[in-house]
């Protein structure tokens, strides 16, 4: 080949190459930022949930925190270890720290130390922060169960809710087809003058009616479908498609009643054993206030030494002669601090009180929750059945409607009564369905049965 045809091709596959890193990493890139599957199931959403929400992330981060203070008042029962050393240089009349003798003249000299303290009785202050800090961090732990339980149950309201608006815009376009097929119908008979002009509006109007009902219903997706991706933390995506849920829910586990749920619901889950946590934390928190009317014993030892210019010897020469021991006993004895003390302990005293009052709220919030999500499933069931049963029974007198209008037996107005008695039947049967799926998962959740992390 040529040189010049050589030459010409390099820019050539230059180029080439060039674009097919670029392609590369952007690849790279879309995978790494699209890490929402085609098919959502609850179970997926939830885990993505769990993995990206930032509450839950905020949680855990708070439970870190609190893993450190406890690690903190642990260590705190260890001696503390300092050392230093200092290199001066003066000018004019100074005391040599090795003669002890005054001096004019330019002078170097240095010193080095080793300190080391220990408390050794401070009214046990620091081991009751030892506890209160174990009982936060238990507490912050259960809080975060609370916080990844709560996320679970907004992530299969939000799911259920994308099924709903779903099959209402499956419901809402078969209506428009009906709907349509008649207007078509009616449209040949229209301009051959076989039905009156009424009849053919009433028919135009509803099928334009329908129309705006299936806009509104793919918006109402659409917005259901928005606030799933928020609760995930992930970006939009509406082409994922959500697996669906079986016809009619069960149970997980046998159905308890009102007073067996708030038992099992008080035992497994974290609600109730975080507040006794967060009291017991106050508890423990007045106890260590109260530790500061006593005294504080604390021992101190150290090694100190020094060197000068002018000094005997040589640097290691000096430091080892003017080396110096020292090992101390402090006392403080608590006599008046402007009332501070009284004032914490008091406090100290308030935040029990109010820690006592949230765990009997909490308690009782729990008992009446458990009752009124076993009301909930009652009746969400109850509805159910009872639109199935309206469902047949419109449906059949929509179908004798359709005949008979087709027939010129009765005009638009009774057809389209009995159209729109069907419909309402159906949609209702829709959110009653899904209705029925989320308060059944509301009572396996306080059943124990969607937790998503043990309460130990």
Not at 36 to 43: H, I, V
Not at 135 to 157: F, G, I, S
Not at 249 to 272: C, F, H, N, V, W
Not at 292 to 318: C, E, H, I, R, V
Request: hydrophobic share 40%; aromatic share 8%.
């Amino acid at each position: 080949m040529p040189k010049r045809e050589k030459d010409m091709l390099l820019p050539i596959r230059y180029i080439a190459c060039l674009f097919v890193a670029v392609g590369a990493i952007v690849l790279q890139v879309v995978a790494q930022e699209a890490p929402t599957p085609d098919t959502l199931t609850l179970e997926r959403s939830i885990e993505l949930a769990l993995a990206h929400n930032r509450n839950v992330q905020q949680s855990r981060i708070q439970t870190q925190g609190a893993a450190i203070n406890l690690r903190q008042a642990k260590q705190n029962l260890l001696p503390s270890l300092d050392a230093g050393m200092s290199h001066s240089y003066s000018q004019g009349r100074f005391i040599n720290p090795t003669t002890n003798q005054y001096v004019e003249e330019n002078f170097v000299s240095g010193n080095q130390y080793v300190s080391s303290s220990l408390v050794l009785f401070d009214g046990l202050r620091m081991f009751r922060n030892i506890t209160l800090q174990a009982h936060a961090y238990r507490a912050t732990q259960l809080e975060e169960q609370l916080m990844e339980e709560q996320v679970a149950l907004d992530v299969t309201a939000a799911y259920i809710n994308v099924l709903t608006a779903k099959d209402m815009v499956a419901q809402i376009d078969s209506q428009v087809a009906v709907t349509q097929r008649q207007v078509e119908r009616s449209t040949v008979l229209f301009d051959e003058g076989a039905i009156p002009p009424g009849d053919y509006y009433d028919l135009k109007g509803q099928y334009a009616s329908d129309l705006n009902s299936l806009n509104a219903a793919k918006n109402t997706l659409s917005e259901n479908l928005l606030d799933l991706f928020r609760l995930l933390n992930l970006p939009y995506d509406e082409q994922v498609s959500l697996a669906p849920l079986q016809a009619v829910p069960l149970p997980k586990a046998p159905m308890s009643d009102a007073d067996g749920l708030y038992q099992t619901a008080s035992e497994r889950l974290g609600i109730i054993k975080a507040a006794d946590h967060w009291q017991q934390q106050a508890e423990f928190s007045l106890k260590a206030a109260r530790s500061s009317y006593f005294p504080t014993l604390s021992l101190g030892a150290g090694l100190s030494s020094n060197y000068s210019k002018d000094g005997m010897g040589s640097y290691y020469d000096q430091v080892q002669n003017n080396l110096g021991r020292s090992l101390a006993f402090s006392l403080s004895i608590p006599i008046f601090s402007r009332f501070q003390v009284r004032n914490n302990v008091a406090r100290a005293k308030l935040d029990v009180l109010n820690a006592e009052q949230a765990a009997q709220t909490r308690r009782n919030e729990l008992q009446q929750t458990t009752h009124q999500v076993l009301f909930n499933l009652e009746a969400a069931k109850e509805r159910y059945r009872n639109l199935v049963e309206q469902v047949a029974h419109y449906t059949e007198s929509f179908r004798i409607a359709e005949v008979r209008f087709n027939a010129g037996a009765i005009n638009s107005v009774e057809f389209l009564i009995a159209k729109n008695k069907m419909d309402n039947a159906n949609a209702n049967l829709v959110i009653a369905r899904y209705q029925w799926h989320l308060r059944q998962r509301i009572v396996d959740y306080y059943n124990g049965e969607l937790l998503v992390g043990e309460a130990e």
